[in-house]
Protein backbone atom coordinates (compact mmCIF):
# COMPACT_ATOMS: atom_id res chain seq x y z
CA UNK A 1 0.00 0.00 0.00
CA UNK A 2 1.43 3.33 -0.82
CA UNK A 3 0.12 6.76 0.55
CA UNK A 4 1.06 10.09 -1.29
CA UNK A 5 1.13 13.04 1.21
CA UNK A 6 1.04 16.58 -0.45
CA UNK A 7 1.27 20.13 1.77
CA UNK A 8 2.49 23.48 1.35
CA UNK A 9 -0.78 24.85 -0.22
CA UNK A 10 -2.34 28.58 0.49
CA UNK A 11 -3.71 31.99 -0.45
CA UNK A 12 -0.92 34.02 -1.73
CA UNK A 13 -1.13 37.40 -3.59
CA UNK A 14 0.05 37.36 -7.27
CA UNK A 15 3.44 37.75 -7.34
CA UNK A 16 4.39 35.66 -3.91
CA UNK A 17 5.64 32.00 -3.87
CA UNK A 18 4.22 28.77 -2.66
CA UNK A 19 6.60 25.55 -2.37
CA UNK A 20 4.37 22.05 -2.21
CA UNK A 21 5.98 19.26 -1.18
CA UNK A 22 4.85 15.90 -1.45
CA UNK A 23 5.91 12.41 0.48
CA UNK A 24 5.17 8.93 -0.90
CA UNK A 25 5.28 6.10 1.74
CA UNK A 26 4.22 2.39 2.44
CA UNK A 27 6.01 -0.45 0.46
CA UNK A 28 7.71 1.24 -2.08
CA UNK A 29 10.50 -0.90 -3.80
CA UNK A 30 11.41 2.21 -5.83
CA UNK A 31 10.16 5.31 -7.48
CA UNK A 32 10.32 5.99 -11.19
CA UNK A 33 9.29 9.45 -12.78
CA UNK A 34 7.09 11.98 -9.76
CA UNK A 35 5.24 14.92 -11.05
CA UNK A 36 2.79 17.56 -10.08
CA UNK A 37 -0.63 18.40 -12.07
CA UNK A 38 -3.43 20.67 -11.24
CA UNK A 39 -7.06 21.18 -12.14
CA UNK A 40 -8.75 24.55 -11.84
CA UNK A 41 -12.88 24.49 -11.68
CA UNK A 42 -14.10 23.52 -14.94
CA UNK A 43 -11.12 22.29 -16.78
CA UNK A 44 -9.59 19.04 -17.16
CA UNK A 45 -6.45 17.82 -14.73
CA UNK A 46 -2.88 18.79 -16.37
CA UNK A 47 0.69 18.41 -16.00
CA UNK A 48 2.73 20.87 -14.57
CA UNK A 49 5.99 19.55 -14.28
CA UNK A 50 7.55 15.92 -14.01
CA UNK A 51 10.76 14.89 -12.62
CA UNK A 52 12.68 11.48 -13.78
CA UNK A 53 14.64 9.29 -11.11
CA UNK A 54 17.77 10.84 -12.64
CA UNK A 55 16.84 14.15 -12.55
CA UNK A 56 15.24 14.89 -15.79
CA UNK A 57 12.63 17.30 -15.76
CA UNK A 58 10.04 19.18 -17.90
CA UNK A 59 7.53 21.58 -17.85
CA UNK A 60 4.31 23.09 -19.02
CA UNK A 61 4.84 25.74 -21.18
CA UNK A 62 2.81 28.25 -18.59
CA UNK A 63 5.05 27.74 -15.47
CA UNK A 64 8.62 27.40 -17.43
CA UNK A 65 10.80 30.02 -15.35
CA UNK A 66 8.67 30.45 -12.67
CA UNK A 67 8.38 26.92 -11.29
CA UNK A 68 11.24 24.61 -10.22
CA UNK A 69 10.81 20.94 -9.35
CA UNK A 70 12.97 18.73 -7.35
CA UNK A 71 12.88 15.67 -5.96
CA UNK A 72 15.07 14.19 -2.30
CA UNK A 73 15.16 10.58 -3.34
CA UNK A 74 16.31 9.51 0.66
CA UNK A 75 13.14 10.92 1.49
CA UNK A 76 10.98 10.09 -1.19
CA UNK A 77 9.99 13.41 -1.53
CA UNK A 78 9.13 15.65 -4.72
CA UNK A 79 8.76 19.53 -4.51
CA UNK A 80 7.19 22.26 -6.41
CA UNK A 81 8.67 26.03 -5.51
CA UNK A 82 6.11 27.80 -7.02
CA UNK A 83 7.73 31.81 -8.18
CA UNK A 84 6.08 34.91 -9.47
CA UNK A 85 2.54 32.75 -9.21
CA UNK A 86 -0.42 34.41 -10.99
CA UNK A 87 -3.93 34.30 -10.48
CA UNK A 88 -4.83 31.76 -13.50
CA UNK A 89 -2.26 29.30 -11.31
CA UNK A 90 -5.22 28.61 -8.84
CA UNK A 91 -6.45 25.41 -8.81
CA UNK A 92 -6.25 22.14 -6.68
CA UNK A 93 -2.25 20.78 -7.21
CA UNK A 94 -1.92 16.88 -6.75
CA UNK A 95 1.32 14.94 -6.97
CA UNK A 96 1.75 11.57 -8.94
CA UNK A 97 4.22 8.84 -8.61
CA UNK A 98 5.15 6.34 -10.88
CA UNK A 99 6.15 3.22 -8.15
CA UNK A 100 7.54 -0.37 -8.12
CA UNK A 101 5.95 -1.91 -5.02
CA UNK A 102 8.77 -5.12 -5.26
CA UNK A 103 11.44 -6.15 -7.39
CA UNK A 104 9.29 -8.19 -10.14
CA UNK A 105 6.28 -6.07 -9.63
CA UNK A 106 5.02 -3.37 -12.65
CA UNK A 107 4.96 -0.09 -11.81
CA UNK A 108 2.02 1.63 -11.13
CA UNK A 109 0.94 5.14 -10.79
CA UNK A 110 -0.36 7.02 -7.55
CA UNK A 111 -2.23 9.90 -6.70
CA UNK A 112 -2.46 12.24 -3.80
CA UNK A 113 -5.59 13.83 -2.34
CA UNK A 114 -4.31 17.13 -3.93
CA UNK A 115 -3.48 20.73 -2.09
CA UNK A 116 -5.36 23.86 -2.61
CA UNK A 117 -3.69 26.94 -4.38
CA UNK A 118 -5.12 30.21 -4.43
CA UNK A 119 -3.57 33.19 -5.94
CA UNK A 120 -5.65 36.28 -5.60
CA UNK A 121 -5.03 39.70 -7.76
Known amino acids: QVQLVESGGGLVQAGGSLRLSCAAS????????MGWYRQAPGNERELVARISSGGFTNYADSVKGRFTISRDNAKNTVYLQMNSLKPEDTAVYYC???????????????WGQGTQVTVSS
Open 26 to 33: GTIFSINS
Open 96 to 110: NADINTGRFIRSSGY
